[in-house]
């Protein structure tokens, strides 16, 4: 049974950073693309980022570049979403997902999916 459970969020005022974590058990994710999307109330999901097996990565979305980076610690079987200088337009459910091998802009594609953290960024 594939599992991907999502940790790190929570609270945060304007400026701050958060880790959010994506830790998989039942597969090892050294042979899956993993990526990062975002929900906010009333609002499509969004695709953020994806990181290959190889470790290389994408960022689809253009206000988070350059803000959030993606990266993989293999031996944890984790994915990790490092975000910097949040703005309340960063609030979100934050979502991880995994296919094998390719990334995706499309979460229609990915097999696996988290259950969700909440992120809020707030005064």
């Known amino acids: 049974h594939v599992q991907l459970v999502e940790s790190g969020g929570g609270s945060v005022e304007p400026g701050g950073s958060l880790r959010v974590s994506c830790t998989a058990s039942?597969?090892?994710?050294?042979?899956?693309?993993v990526a990062w999307f975002r929900q906010a109330p009333g609002m499509e999901r969004e695709a953020l980022s994806c990181?290959?097996?190889?470790?290389?990565?994408?960022y689809y979305l253009e206000p988070i570049k350059g803000r959030f980076f993606i990266s993989r610690d293999k031996s944890k079987n984790a994915v990790f979403l490092q975000m910097n200088t949040l703005n309340p337009e960063d609030t979100a459910v934050y979502y991880c997902?995994?296919?094998?091998?390719?990334?995706?802009?499309?979460?229609?594609?990915?097999?696996?999916w988290g259950q969700g953290i909440q992120v809020t960024v707030s005064e």
């Open positions: 990181i290959r097996p190889g470790a290389s990565t994408m």
């Open positions: 997902a995994a296919r094998i091998w390719e990334c995706s802009i499309n979460g229609d594609r990915y097999e696996h």
């Open positions: 039942g597969v090892s994710l050294d042979d899956y693309a």
